[in-house]
């Protein structure tokens, strides 16, 4: 069975950090790419950052680049998702999601974690 586990989410101040994490199994995690999502309440999901499978390729929204980092340890099955500098409008719950493509859309997904909660207060 496929499963993405994140972890990491949690409540910060503006300008704060956190890493979120998300824990794969049950696929062979180093033949697919991994992204990260966002829905914040009453807006369509978004596509944040995505590794390649390799991972020798990154992808990130224009709203989160040079603040956000994403990287992979293929030993532990698991990528992560360093948010620094963050902005109250960052709040959302972040998915990981696996695919065969390095993308940012999430059409080329077909497994997804249940998501983790970011608040980011002003």
């Known amino acids: 069975e496929v499963q993405l586990v994140e972890s990491g989410g949690g409540l910060v101040q503006a300008g704060g950090s956190l890493r979120l994490s998300c824990a794969a199994s049950?696929?062979?995690?180093?033949?697919?790419?991994i992204g990260w999502f966002r829905q914040a309440p009453g807006k369509e999901r978004e596509g944040v950052s995505c590794?390649?499978?390799?991972?020798?390729?990154?992808y990130y929204a224009d709203s989160v680049k040079g603040r956000f980092t994403i990287s992979r340890d293929n030993a532990k099955n698991t990528v992560y998702l360093q948010m620094n500098s963050l902005k109250p409008e960052d709040t959302a719950v972040y998915y990981c999601?696996?695919?065969?493509?390095?993308?940012?859309?999430?059409?080329?997904?077909?497994?997804w974690g249940q998501g983790t909660q970011v608040t980011v207060s002003s």
């Open positions: 590794i390649s499978s390799s991972n020798d390729s990154t």
């Open positions: 049950g696929f062979t995690f180093d033949d697919y790419a």
């Open positions: 999601a696996s695919s065969g493509v390095a993308s940012i859309e999430a059409v080329h997904y077909d497994y």
